[in-house]
């Protein structure tokens, strides 16, 4: 006897999408069922060629159909809320890209939802769900390094400003925090064993705007591409503490005069260290010398369909289990707090208490 799939919606087909797509066909209980955006023909095309049988262009018709179980939102950061609201409200589970949405506020209507309803909401944390990430969970789950008291990341672009939404900061939020940024506080508070907040401090500038007139060099685009949209910041850094003593320190831009791309995620405990980017390394001392150790693994640094991938599989086992996500709403909820906490000291120029 076959066992029924989970019925799959992908809300919001930009660049993103096809990550999601091509994850969900490559997960054996699921079935790519209905997809839906506004922009219509970009729905059929992709209806097309993922070969999906139902096309939408209003989420809310998508929503009403009692044969979907589960959505991926992969839409602008202003309608995650919205959207994650009513899809669980319809009786969806849903798997929200990232960041959760734009404000506190949001975040406590999605969490409510959640607890009301009872289904599943997955945050797109999909740095946590990369092999090598889940590695070093493991060795820091079995204290490999100690007390983790201070961790560090980078995620800088030279030249990297999606532009058209991203850069509305109505739409998306903010800049290169809330975007890029998102990714490397996770990945790094999800390792130190999401210690409580307690206070932020943190500076946002705006220099160089987005650079458009660059020549030679390309990047990530939001499918609408328009650069003469830009209100958000260029590059922010911040200093979070939390209750137990640990801090992490951040720097990241969408533009900035730096030689290269750089992306870093470091730990530092008692007993050890760990970098995760930009290359997978554990540091810790033996017999009065310090070894750095180099894990034999397939990738040295992210692999970004495979982490995609192992997000999707583990969304739909969710579902169909009813067990918790390891990127619950509530993460999603502490996440907007550091975030709104960062850009709410850089526009006041003080430390913001949680
Ligand atoms: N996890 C990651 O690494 C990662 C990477 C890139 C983007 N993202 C996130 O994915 C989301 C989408 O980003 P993107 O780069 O694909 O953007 P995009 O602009 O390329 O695509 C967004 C799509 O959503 C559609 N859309 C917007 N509002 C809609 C609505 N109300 N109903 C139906 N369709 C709607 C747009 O028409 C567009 O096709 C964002 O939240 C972004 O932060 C995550």
Same mark, same amino acid.
């Given at each position: 006897?076959?066992?029924? @799939? #989970?019925?799959?919606?992908?809300?919001?087909?930009?660049?993103?999408?096809?990550?999601?797509?091509?994850? /969900?066909?490559?997960?054996?209980?699921?079935? +790519?069922?209905?997809? $839906?955006?506004?922009?219509?023909?970009? %729905?059929?095309?992709?209806?097309?060629?993922?070969?999906?049988?139902?096309?939408?262009?209003? /989420?809310?018709?998508?929503?009403?159909?009692?044969? +979907?179980?589960?959505?991926?939102? $992969? #839409?602008?950061?202003? &309608?995650?809320?919205?959207?994650?609201?009513?899809?669980?409200?319809?009786?969806?589970?849903?798997?929200?890209?990232?960041?959760?949405?734009? &404000?506190?506020?949001?975040?406590?209507?999605?969490?409510?939802?959640?607890?009301?309803?009872? @289904?599943? +909401?997955?945050?797109?944390?999909?740095?946590? /769900?990369? %092999?090598? =990430?889940?590695?070093? @969970?493991?060795?820091?789950?079995?204290?490999?390094?100690?007390?983790?008291?201070?961790?560090? =990341?980078?995620?800088?672009?030279? +030249?990297?400003?999606?532009?058209?939404?991203?850069?509305?900061?109505?739409?998306?939020?903010?800049?290169?925090?809330?975007?890029?940024?998102?990714?490397?506080?996770?990945?790094?508070?999800?390792?130190?064993?999401?210690?409580?907040?307690?206070?932020?401090?943190?500076?946002? !500038?705006?220099?160089?705007?987005?650079? %458009?007139?660059?020549?030679?060099?390309?990047? !990530?685009?939001?499918?609408?591409?328009?650069?003469?949209?830009?209100?958000?910041?260029?590059? =922010?850094?911040?200093?979070?503490?939390?209750?137990?003593?640990?801090?992490?320190?951040?720097?990241?831009?969408?533009?900035?005069?730096?030689?290269?791309?750089?992306?870093?995620?470091?730990? !530092?405990?008692?007993?050890?260290?760990?970098?995760?980017?930009?290359?997978?390394?554990?540091?810790?001392?033996?017999?009065? &010398?310090?070894?750095?150790? #180099?894990?034999? #693994?397939?990738?040295?640094?992210?692999?970004?369909?495979?982490?995609? !991938?192992?997000?999707?599989?583990?969304?739909?086992?969710?579902?169909?289990?009813?067990?918790? *996500?390891?990127? *619950?709403?509530?993460?999603?909820?502490?996440?907007?707090?550091?975030?709104?906490?960062?850009?709410?000291? %850089?526009?006041?120029?003080?430390?913001?208490?949680?």
């Amino acid at each position: 006897m076959s066992v029924k @799939k #989970t019925k799959i919606g992908i809300i919001g087909l930009g660049s993103i999408s096809d990550l999601h797509l091509q994850g /969900y066909q490559k997960v054996e209980e699921a079935e +790519l069922y209905a997809i $839906c955006d506004m922009n219509q023909t970009r %729905a059929e095309n992709k209806a097309q060629q993922y070969g999906i049988p139902h096309v939408y262009t209003d /989420y809310k018709e998508m929503l009403a159909n009692p044969e +979907l179980d589960a959505v991926s939102i $992969c #839409t602008w950061n202003n &309608t995650h809320a919205e959207i994650s609201i009513a899809a669980l409200r319809a009786g969806k589970h849903v798997l929200v890209e990232k960041p959760l949405c734009r &404000t506190v506020e949001e975040a406590l209507l999605i969490q409510e939802a959640v607890r009301e309803t009872g @289904k599943t +909401l997955q945050v797109g944390f999909v740095r946590r /769900y990369d %092999a090598n =990430a889940q590695l070093v @969970k493991r060795f820091i789950n079995n204290g490999e390094l100690g007390e983790v008291y201070y961790a560090k =990341a980078s995620c800088i672009r030279r +030249l990297g400003n999606p532009g058209g939404w991203f850069a509305d900061p109505e739409r998306s939020g903010g800049g290169p925090l809330i975007d890029i940024g998102v990714h490397v506080i996770d990945l790094c508070w999800y390792m130190m064993g999401r210690p409580k907040p307690v206070s932020v401090s943190g500076n946002t !500038y705006k220099k160089l705007g987005n650079r %458009a007139h660059i020549r030679n060099l390309s990047f !990530y685009k939001a499918a609408d591409y328009d650069p003469t949209v830009n209100g958000v910041e260029d590059m =922010a850094n911040a200093l979070i503490r939390f209750e137990n003593g640990a801090s992490l320190l951040v720097d990241v831009s969408f533009t900035l005069h730096a030689k290269k791309d750089e992306i870093s995620v470091k730990l !530092y405990g008692d007993k050890g260290g760990v970098e995760l980017e930009p290359e997978l390394t554990f540091v810790t001392e033996k017999h009065d &010398t310090i070894l750095n150790i #180099t894990p034999q #693994t397939d990738n040295k640094s992210l692999n970004v369909h495979e982490a995609f !991938y192992h997000e999707i599989s583990h969304f739909v086992s969710c579902c169909r289990s009813g067990a918790e *996500p390891i990127s *619950p709403v509530e993460d999603g909820l502490e996440m907007m707090k550091m975030l709104c906490g960062i850009y709410e000291s %850089a526009a006041k120029g003080i430390e913001i208490q949680l």
